[in-house]
């Protein structure tokens, strides 16, 4: 019942930025943003709960921000000072049943999108 489509991946060198969006339609009480690199577990990154409450990965504290523009039906995700180690496909998610949990974990995120690739080179 909530569709996801993610936008605004490409190629940046180290130190560089990326503003990635998550365009959403349907009830979305919490949503998030998780990454894979091939060959690893995927990750969470960002999670932004129903009462705009947000975590963040260890990894990316201090350089990414997770945020959301409810008129807009469109959840962000800046990244700054972006390393090697942060390329990987990204992906929105979203939970419709846990609108406060602030884990990090992928199981209760039902809904995907397809994923937009961030590559960041020395």
């Known amino acids: 019942q909530v569709q996801l489509m993610e936008s605004g991946g490409g190629s940046v060198q180290a130190g560089g930025s990326l503003r990635l969006s998550c365009s959403y339609a349907g009830v979305a009480f919490r949503m998030g943003w998780f990454r894979q690199a091939p060959g690893k577990e995927r990750e969470g990154v960002a999670v932004y709960t129903a009462i705009a409450q947000t975590n963040y990965a260890n990894s990316v504290k201090g350089r990414f921000t997770i945020s959301k523009d409810s008129a807009k039906m469109t959840l962000y995700l800046q990244m700054n000072s972006l390393l090697p180690e942060d390329t990987a496909m990204y992906y929105c998610?979203?939970?419709?049943?846990?609108?406060?949990?602030?884990?990090?974990?992928?199981?209760?995120?039902?809904?995907w999108g397809q994923g937009t690739q961030v590559t960041v080179s020395s």
């Open positions: 998610a979203a939970d419709d049943r846990s609108p406060g949990a602030l884990g990090l974990e992928d199981d209760l995120f039902t809904y």
